[in-house]
């Protein structure tokens, strides 16, 4: 199959999931052409069956805003035309299933066409999408998509009830890679981050404010009272200022460590004992099912796709969001308790293999792929 892959290349999930679908595309055969604005950063070595077309912007005086939208639909119409691409699988609504759809219009007088597939997998839905300006655009071109995916039963209900959307949409959970997600323990960078052998905790995200980080600080600040611990950040965002500003308020700067953008996650979650995930709003929550991976209990909030993915009571704990001082007393239980950390290492574990590992789920888009291509006859 040739299938051209649009998403947002940098740091975020949705990046993520397109980029490591690509890669596990083309290692079975597929031509995968990437359409985006910058290389992905997951793609971060060449990989045979895998081509990248970058959105060319136009720097001309008179275009004071970027026109990025119509940008991609200019490079998706190069593609789909020249690569002879079967589909386009584009990942995070806005605004790409609005240039697939426009692409498609044209291609047609050209007499050909293309099948669109749309993932849905956050704030394009539950956030941005809402925006009066952005409703009916974002409810038009999902309904127009030949095929829509979502990582969550969660963000399917949402979609269908917020856009009173009339369109058959397939959950196709998030994946991790577990051979690669592991539990590999590296004492030397444990040390580093905890050389009195205190307890870790981590968190990885692109620290907006729907991700609650300050939540993660303060969490420290109360289990701290009862056991030595240090916190690891990963990440950087809109919300870093903050969360160091209040590491330093709450006199915790030499507990908690700021590594910024970081690769090789796989590494620095084996350094780690817990994952916190305080988000206000979450469709999945991959960081999470990456720590699950590596034997990491999660300690979450209940919010959106989040119970899909953490098993309350046996592979983390889940609370109301905001509630800090529940999160706080679940971590210290767990790690006060080495019986019961161990169990629920398992389970964490065992939950990512055996509902979640990439082997589980490329299949699931393969078949997707094939009933939405089926309709093409
Ligand atoms: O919707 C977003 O906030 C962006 C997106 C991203 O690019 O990081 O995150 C979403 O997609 C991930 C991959 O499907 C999910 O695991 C995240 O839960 C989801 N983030 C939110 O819903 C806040």
Do not use: W
Request: net charge negative; glycine share 6%; aromatic share 10%.
């Amino acid at each position: 199959m040739k299938i051209g892959i649009t998403c947002y290349p940098t740091y975020g999930g949705s990046g993520v999931v397109a980029t490591e679908l690509g890669k596990a595309l083309a290692e079975k055969g597929h031509e995968v052409h990437f359409i985006s604005y910058a290389f992905p950063h997951r793609l971060s070595h060449y990989v045979k069956n895998i081509y990248y077309h970058e959105v060319e912007l136009s720097k001309y005086p008179l275009f004071e805003h970027q026109l990025y939208g119509l940008a991609l639909t200019s490079k998706m119409l190069e593609v789909i035309e020249f690569e002879n691409l079967d589909l386009l699988h584009v990942h995070y609504a806005i605004p790409h299933a609005t240039s697939a759809y426009l692409a498609k219009q044209i291609i047609r007088t050209h007499n050909k066409d293309i099948k669109i597939i749309t993932t849905l997998h956050g704030t394009d839905i539950t956030l941005v999408g809402l925006e009066p300006s952005f409703l009916p655009l974002v409810k038009f071109s999902i309904e127009e998509s030949d095929g829509v995916t979502a990582v969550s039963r969660f963000l399917k209900e949402q979609t269908l009830t917020n856009y009173n959307i009339h369109a058959d949409i397939k959950v196709i959970h998030n994946f991790v890679d577990t051979s690669l997600y592991t539990i590999n323990p590296s004492q030397k960078m444990r040390e580093s981050y905890a050389p009195n052998g205190e307890k870790i905790l981590i968190h990885t995200s692109n620290f907006r404010v729907v991700k609650r980080v300050t939540d993660t600080i303060r969490i420290l600040d109360l289990v701290k009272k009862e056991i030595p611990a240090k916190l690891v950040l990963v990440g950087d965002g809109p919300d870093r200022s903050e969360c160091e500003r209040l590491a330093r308020e709450l006199d915790l700067s030499d507990d908690v460590k700021f590594l910024g953008k970081q690769d090789g996650l796989e590494e620095i979650l084996n350094c780690a004992d817990l994952f916190l995930m305080p988000s206000q709003s979450e469709s999945f929550g991959l960081s999470a099912l990456e720590a699950m991976a590596c034997g990491l209990p999660v300690v979450s909030s209940s919010v959106g796709g989040l119970p899909e993915l953490v098993r309350h009571n046996e592979t983390g704990y889940i609370a109301e969001f905001g509630d800090i001082s529940r999160m706080a007393l679940y971590t210290i239980d767990l790690l006060k308790n080495e019986k019961k950390y161990k169990a629920f290492s398992r389970n964490a574990r065992e939950r990512a293999v055996n509902n979640f590992d990439i082997n589980l789920i490329i299949p699931q888009y393969e078949k997707y792929y094939e009933s939405v291509l089926g309709d093409l006859a």
